[in-house]
T-cell receptor, first 114, second 112 residues
Framework: GAGVSQSPSNKVTEKGKDVELRCDPI?????LYWYRQSLGQGLEFLIY????????KSGLPSDRFSAERTGGSVSTLTIQRTQQEDSAVYLC????????????FGPGTRLTVL | GQQLNQSPQSMFIQEGEDVSMNCTSS?????WLWYKQDPGEGPVLLIA?????ELTSNGRLTAQFGITRKDSFLNISASIPSDVGIYFC????????????FGQGTRLTINP
């Protein structure tokens, strides 16, 4: 079956512009996660959605970052007024609900802020 | 916040050699996970460990959940070229917690 897909695969933007990154989770997965991976680093948790519950936003680095999940499926991560330090690979993952369910990752969106 | 210290950061080995990498934490984790990431791809789960002291194998891979719940290691035996990539450890604080805390990664390079 189809895995997690993300678009665009690459995004180059100018400092100060807003960007939107999209994630399509695996069908039937109610949990969705966003992570950020800076060059040569591990993944950093950003936000987590589970069903209709309020999202866990504890990993968002600033109020310029926001995410929504429409209809319990597709999610969009928005970064406003981008800064050069926002340059990274943004990875989305999805899983079934419940403990110890494997998170399946998408290929990521590589964001470059000039 | 929580941090996982993963070592070594990189390894250069000959094909056929065994590999060992480990992660330590100042915090206790209830689940340890090991992932592999290929270029341009997201991480893929290799092994999950749920119980302190647990030793689990997956083919040529063996991983252990430290008895103190603050460390884990991954061994790869008889390395082959497709083992090349970046390996990450990750921890979950408690059962049902969805946040994963990742190590910095170990980049494995294999000379044929």
């Amino acid at each position: 079956g189809a895995g997690v897909s993300q678009s665009p695969s690459n995004k180059v933007t100018e400092k100060g512009k807003d960007v939107e990154l999209r994630c399509d989770p695996i069908s039937g997965h109610t949990a969705l996660y966003w992570y950020r991976q800076s060059l040569g680093q591990g993944l950093e948790f950003l936000i987590y959605f589970q069903g209709n519950s309020a999202p866990d936003k504890s990993g968002l680095p600033s109020d310029r970052f926001s995410a929504e999940r429409t209809g319990g499926s597709v999610s969009t991560l928005t970064i406003q007024r981008t800064q050069q330090e926002d340059s990274a690979v943004y990875l989305c993952a999805s899983s079934l609900a419940g403990p110890n369910n494997e998170q399946f990752f998408g290929p990521g969106t590589r964001l470059t802020v000039l | 916040g929580q941090q996982l210290n993963q070592s070594p950061q990189s390894m250069f080995i000959q094909e056929g050699e065994d590999v060992s990498m480990n992660c330590t934490s100042s915090s206790i984790f209830n689940t340890w996970l090991w992932y592999k990431q290929d270029p341009g791809e997201g991480p893929v789960l290799l092994i999950a460990l749920y119980k302190a002291g647990e030793l689990t194998s997956n083919g040529r891979l063996t991983a252990q959940f430290g008895i103190t719940r603050k460390d884990s290691f991954l061994n790869i035996s008889a390395s082959i070229p497709s083992d090349v990539g970046i390996y990450f450890c990750a921890g979950q604080l408690y059962q049902g917690a969805q946040k994963l805390v990742f190590g910095q990664g170990t980049r494995l390079t294999i000379n044929p």
